[in-house]
């Protein structure tokens, strides 16, 4: 089966300190990754995938086949990132994301 | 083109009652999705089609729901019979046909089912 777990539901860090959010996921096979952020009031999009190996608002994340994780990071936090993040995975040869719970990441000035 | 649209933005309904969403994706996307997401949980994938061809459903897609792409443009999910249960935001999102491609979403449809 087809997992993406995200163990923090809410995530609080201070403007300029590192910040990492975490993204297991379950599959078998050799998925696709994405993070998808909703910024307040705004739709669903997408931030980066691990195709492409992109850094994307100071953002990065690395595939980790080995503990089967995709966690995002950046180096310095800013205010603008305050969201709520989604981990989601798509299965090989397969077309539906399938996401986690989501983390509500805020940035404290 | 300013991305994909839905209409109506909110619907409420009562017990039993039958809605139906619209959803415009981006003009040259060849994928469209439907998701349904409750409070506190990430979206939940219900259906997609490949232009007209409606190519996988979810168990989540119970008989009340049907969804159709006429054209292979705009799409419909209709409700029939709607229970409080179907309360939730339903987003729709496009993409190109290409690996890797991410999904693009519309900014969803709230229902609430009184």
């Known amino acids: 089966a087809q997992r993406v777990t995200q163990p923090e539901k809410l995530l609080s860090v201070f403007k300029g300190a590192p910040v990492e959010l975490k993204c297991n996921y379950s599959?078998?096979?050799?998925?696709?990754l994405f993070w998808y952020v909703q910024y307040s009031r705004q739709r669903l999009q997408l931030l980066l995938r691990?195709?492409s190996r992109e850094s994307i608002k100071g953002f990065t994340a690395d595939l980790n086949k080995g503990e089967t994780s995709f966690h995002l990071k950046k180096p310095f936090a800013q205010e603008e990132d305050s969201a709520m993040y989604y981990c989601?995975?798509?299965?090989?040869?397969?077309?539906?994301?399938?996401f986690g719970q989501g983390t509500r990441l805020t940035i404290n000035p | 083109d300013t991305g994909v649209s839905q209409d109506p933005r909110h619907k409420i309904t009562k017990r039993g009652q039958n809605v139906t969403f619209r959803c415009d994706p981006i003009?040259?996307?060849?994928?469209l999705y439907w998701y349904r997401q409750t409070l506190g949980q990430g979206p939940e994938f219900l259906t997609y089609?490949?232009?007209?061809?409606?190519?996988?459903k979810s168990r989540l897609l119970s008989d009340r729901f049907s969804a159709e792409r006429p054209k292979g443009s705009f799409s419909t999910l209709e409700i029939q019979r709607t229970e409080q249960g179907d309360s939730a935001m339903y987003l729709c999102?496009?993409?190109?046909?290409?690996?890797?491609?991410?999904?693009?979403f519309g900014p969803g449809t709230r229902l609430t089912v009184l």
């Open positions: 999102a496009s993409s190109l046909a290409l690996p890797g491609s991410g999904e693009y």
């Open positions: 599959y078998s096979g050799s998925p696709e």
């Open positions: 691990h195709i």
């Open positions: 989601a995975l798509k299965g090989q040869g397969a077309q539906k994301l399938v």
């Open positions: 003009s040259e996307h060849n994928r």
């Open positions: 089609f490949q232009n007209e061809a409606q190519l996988e």
